[in-house]
């Protein structure tokens, strides 16, 4: 299987070259557009924990402070 890079450049080098020379203005602005949103979002503040976390109320009864206990009960050992 190829990578990405790979088959980006099988694709070019199928290309006949007036559509390549066509296609140079498009990929570079395409190219130009992607890097400059990959780094925006690199640079972005991301507060933690995000605004959501924390949003939901826990279940009830915390099956986890009985765990030992459920465990116990439901594999028969009793102590």
Do not use: K
């Amino acid at each position: 299987m190829s990578t990405p890079r790979e088959e980006l450049h099988a694709m070019i080098d199928e290309l006949p070259d007036d559509a390549a020379a066509e296609l140079v203005p498009d990929m570079r602005a395409i190219l130009r557009h992607r890097l400059e949103m990959h780094r925006r979002r690199a640079a972005e503040h991301r507060p933690w924990p995000p605004s959501w976390f924390g949003s939901v109320t826990g279940s009830s009864p915390d099956i986890a402070a009985r765990s030992e206990e459920i465990l116990r009960d439901e594999l028969g050992r009793h102590q």
